[in-house]
């Protein structure tokens, strides 16, 4: 089944008040704060020798809620909104509940809860198990995170660029079906989408990429109520259903992606939680860059 491509930038609501943003804008502030600091410190010269600024691509995990941070208090922190069909609003989570703790970080003491929550969720790796209070009745909610990909920024002042960059492809080679991987589309790159038709292989600067995977699984090693279950999750996922994968491109090197089936989680919980299959550099081969 087809599902719609991933907008160019992704937007994500955070779980601190008024901190709304964008993965893309995020990198670019980054980027001029790093350049006006050099230009300030006088480091911006024709020194022969190339200058690099430089971050990684972070995956970061967020909920889809406002959560009031302002203040550290004993009874959890309140849920003030909800993200219409975000993370946070399909685990359970309900304007009015108060967040006690969240994957095993108490929220309801003393401590600034702000850097407190910011820990929670990074801590989990994509799940939530959180304790609410709803009233006055403890209530346990589970499931999973909102997914955030922020992009890496490479940035080499007076540098000859021959020889600095990499490929990522999902259409090079035979995919090894044997080892369960099978073929993939990437849907964006560091934030931006890529081109709607065939582009064989996409050419990087060297350093930390984040890709948007979307899986194109054999349907004929899924039985029929398989894929009615997968096509419902996607159907209600849409773009969620694809997966970020961080790729760490090398200069001269080129990467096959795929993705993999996980034979072991295609039970129906899983299906629904889009668990039965992970994106996957599948091969890295030499190729040299123009």
Same mark, same amino acid.
Not at 20 to 27: D, F, H, I, N, V
Not at 32 to 46: I, N, P, T, V, Y
Not at 267 to 276: E, G, P, V
């Given at each position: 089944m087809d599902t719609p491509r991933i907008p160019t930038r992704i937007l994500f609501v955070a779980v601190l008040i008024g901190? %709304?943003?964008?993965? !893309?804008?995020?990198?670019?502030?980054?980027?001029?704060?790093?350049?006006?600091?050099?230009?300030?410190?006088?480091?911006?010269?024709? %020194?022969?020798?190339? !200058?690099?600024?430089q971050k990684p691509a972070q995956v970061r995990y967020e909920l889809g809620a406002v959560v009031d941070v302002r203040t550290a208090q004993r009874s959890g922190l309140p849920v003030m909104a909800l993200t219409p069909d975000g993370p946070a609003a399909r685990i359970g989570f309900k304007v009015g509940d108060r967040l006690v703790s969240m994957n095993g970080v108490r929220l309801d003491g003393a401590s600034p809860p702000a850097p407190l929550l910011e820990q929670a969720l990074q801590r989990g790796e994509g799940r939530v198990v959180a304790d609410v209070l709803r009233g006055s009745v403890p209530t346990k909610l589970s499931g999973a995170a909102g997914v955030v990909a922020v992009p890496a920024y490479r940035l080499e002042i007076g540098a000859d660029a021959k020889g600095t960059c990499g490929f990522v492809t999902a259409r090079a080679g035979t995919v090894p079906k044997t080892r369960n991987i099978f073929r993939a589309d990437i849907t964006t790159i560091d934030g931006r989408s890529t081109p709607l038709q065939s582009v064989n292989r996409h050419r990087l600067a060297v350093g930390r990429h984040v890709l948007v995977v979307q899986e194109l699984i054999d349907t004929n090693r899924l039985s029929p109520s398989q894929l009615v279950q997968i096509n419902k999750m996607k159907r209600f996922a849409l773009a969620k259903a694809y997966k970020p994968l961080v790729v760490d491109v090398k200069p001269n090197m080129s990467y096959r992606i795929g993705a993999r089936l996980l034979k072991d989680k295609l039970?129906?919980?899983?299906?629904?939680?889009?668990?039965?299959w992970e994106p996957v550099v599948w091969e890295e081969v030499a190729e040299r860059c123009p």
């Open positions: 901190a %709304t943003t964008s993965s !893309q804008a995020q990198s670019t502030r980054e980027l001029d704060a790093a350049l006006l600091q050099m230009s300030e410190r006088g480091d911006l010269k024709d %020194t022969g020798a190339p !200058q690099v600024i039970d129906t919980q899983s299906l629904r939680d889009n668990a039965y």
